[in-house]
DNA sequence: CATTCATATTGAAGTGCTTCATTATTACCG
DNA sequence: CGGTAATAATGAAGCACTTCAATATGAATG
């Protein structure tokens, strides 16, 4: 990036993302790494910052690791929404349209269309339901499953280079630490 | 949400999110929480599940989180991104409209539309900048500083609500954790 | 059998972005 | 001073969604 100024009238602009920077990191006394330039801000409030700081840093992992995905799917032609679909259904086998809306947290005519693309481009294909004919069941083609295998083993090796000098207690603790978080968020949500 | 059907043909269709769904929460051996589900679909590939299901559960915490968020900033007839405008202006004071961009890590054609629309709410204003008048500065109004500022507050709330049951040495640890993985994230993303 | 409910599909409109190209000012540099 | 570069604003197109309303078909139920 880098658009088209930088003028540097203001305070420290090393900024980006979300309510504060991420750029240089530091660590505390306990080695621990924090973001400089969000505890600089923080530093006038008055307020416990750990929580407000390790949600920031939760919501930039977040971006960012949707932005890695988002890069790696459309480099393979496909948006969130189909990449998702793509493997539900390379886990679960094929399935009812309406139970892929539930399980991606979509909308019935998001699915649609969603499965209209992925037909179009060859990947996916609708089966009638014998057992209810009202039902129509989205199912990989063959180009579709070899497809959607390549791009798992492929985001399987980001992912591990994602976590490099992670212990595997480490990644048990965050998997713990934000599980936890969703629970709470979804009490609060009402749901 | 349930939109339509849930008819129980499939394997368990307890799902939601991203590849993996949560809804079922257990607790392994140590205590830490985990996903039924996704273990079980796991299960039969033979890879060290423990980055993908870390990783998971932070993509589904950041992508609750920007639900929260989201939600909250319609709330008060706000977009993600105008949100992210008026923390920044909060914090750093006003600003020419190409910091916003590179901060935000934004297009200036995107700032443009947001500072726009903010300005056409009565939020933002664009000031002249009278060391280099190319520049406009975005500053909030009287009306935006009083709106933003109480957005703040009621979210530090929020903050606080779904951090609970976390010591402030998990929190601690939860950022350093995260942080870390944006940090190799960036390597990846080659930046 | 008749109603009602569940499972989709379709169309229209809107939102919040993105990218690309063009233009008008103004600053900077040789 | 004159050319180039930086700072926007603007318009047009496109993408991936979302919501809402209407329709067709089949299942389930009393």
Redesign the pocket.
């Known amino acids: 990036m880098k658009?088209?100024?930088?003028?540097e009238t203001n305070v420290k602009s090393s900024g980006s993302e979300i309510h504060g920077a991420v750029h240089e990191l530091g660590r505390d006394e306990a080695g621990r790494l924090y973001s400089v330039h969000m505890r600089e801000l923080m530093k006038p409030l008055e307020v416990d910052t750990s929580a407000v700081e390790a949600l920031a840093a939760l919501r930039i992992a977040g971006k960012t690791l949707r932005m890695m995905q988002e890069r790696w799917a459309?480099k393979h032609d496909l948006?969130?929404?189909?990449l998702g679909v793509m493997f539900r259904l390379l886990r679960v086998g094929d399935c009812?349209?309406?139970?892929l809306a539930d399980e991606l947290d979509?909308?019935?005519?998001?699915?649609?269309?969603?499965?209209?693309?992925l037909e179009r481009d060859g990947l996916v294909e609708?089966v009638p339901?014998p057992q209810?004919?009202?039902?129509?069941?989205a199912r990989l083609t063959a180009a579709g499953k070899q497809r959607i295998e390549a791009i798992w083993r492929e985001g399987l090796e980001h992912q591990f280079e994602v976590v490099g000098g992670m212990s595997k207690d480490d990644l048990a603790q965050l998997r713990h630490l934000c599980l936890q978080l969703v629970e709470n968020a979804r009490k609060e949500l009402g749901k």
């Open positions: 658009h088209f100024n930088m003028n459309e948006s969130e929404g189909r009812p349209l309406g139970d979509s909308t019935p005519r998001n699915i649609t269309g969603l499965v209209d693309h609708r339901d209810d004919r009202r039902s129509v069941r």
